[in-house]
């Protein structure tokens, strides 16, 4: 579905959304883009915590685990083999890789870890790269017509731009779909939905008492500067590896994964272009990592607040 709102809670972000104006428009000039500030923001999403929006009516929304199993029929139809709920447990290398699971083995020319945030510290040299954080959603009943076009006339995405966003869309059934993470300490909250519900009610006070059928949460791995990283292992130039997405792996990792393509293929300028940057090792991982992903939320909430982020 079309239509995407990016929201400023203040003037120092609406600020940068009208910076994005500029460059958004230089990069698209066939696209809808407006910015939107004051009253006007109801045009676009009904809440009056924000003091700015920018619609980008080149971006959109899409059903991501419809993506997913498009994603592999394609992929199936040419040929490719599928394995689920085939956990690995051991994987030895050499000129041809062997994966080995609790029923059976593979072997190939060549091995991609793609595990992100579910590597289980099965390849250490790229476990310590990534810390794990979670991400909560909820998804409310199907509202009325009038509902909706009160939350959200455009239908589209949204999010803020903070370095913790909440992210909200209307869906076809007409359930609101929003989500979010902590912001400045790590936790995992006992309860999805009340948790989400106090955010929701934040930005939208008369969804208050609005019915939640729905509430999940997941990890995602993220790297210290927040970057995807590919490359190869030091002494295996034959495995290969992709991860630390950060939250926001659905577009990038499309782009990502073709010039991993090229790599694994061959090689080219891309590859070794993104191959090339560094990437923090994180000492503590897992015995820390509360301690981490609060010192790492705090240092991206500062950092943000000079962006005009925060």
Not at 52 to 58: E, I, P, S, Y
Not at 74 to 96: D, M, R, T, W
Not at 129 to 150: A, F, H, N
């Amino acid at each position: 579905m079309p239509g995407y709102g990016y929201l400023a809670y203040n003037q120092r972000q609406l600020k940068t959304l009208r910076q994005w104006e500029k460059e958004f428009k230089a990069a698209t000039p066939d696209e809808e883009i407006e910015l939107y500030t004051g009253k006007e923001v109801q045009q676009v999403v009904g809440s009056e915590v924000y003091c700015g929006a920018l619609k980008h009516m080149g971006g959109g929304q899409i059903h991501s685990l419809n993506m997913l199993l498009g994603s592999a029929q394609a992929a199936h139809s040419l040929g490719v083999k599928i394995f689920e709920s085939s956990p690995v447990v051991e994987v030895n290398y050499g000129k041809q890789v062997r994966v080995r699971t609790a029923m059976g083995s593979v072997k190939a020319a060549k091995l991609l870890w793609a595990c992100d945030s579910f590597l289980n510290n099965m390849e250490p040299e790229i476990y310590n790269k990534t810390l794990v954080t979670y991400s909560y959603q909820v998804s409310t009943e199907p509202l009325s017509d009038e509902l909706i076009e009160r939350i959200s006339p455009l239908r589209g995405a949204f999010s803020d731009i903070r370095p913790v966003i909440n992210y909200y869309r209307v869906t076809r059934e007409n359930r609101l779909l929003f989500g979010s993470a902590t912001r400045f300490v790590e936790y995992t909250p006992n309860d999805f939905a009340a948790w989400n519900r106090t955010l929701l009610a934040e930005v939208f006070p008369y969804l208050r008492d609005v019915k939640i059928d729905f509430a999940w949460g997941g990890p995602m791995a993220c790297s210290a500067n927040l970057f995807p990283q590919i490359g190869t292992l030091r002494d295996h130039n034959n495995v290969f590896y992709v991860q630390g997405y950060s939250g926001f792996g659905v577009t990038p990792s499309h782009i990502v994964c073709k010039i991993l393509a090229e790599g694994i293929n061959g090689g080219s300028d891309r590859y070794r272009l993104l191959s090339s940057i560094p990437h923090a090792t994180i000492h503590g991982r897992d015995s820390l990592r509360l301690l981490l992903v609060t010192a790492g939320k705090l240092m991206h909430q500062t950092a943000g607040f000079w962006k005009g982020r925060s």
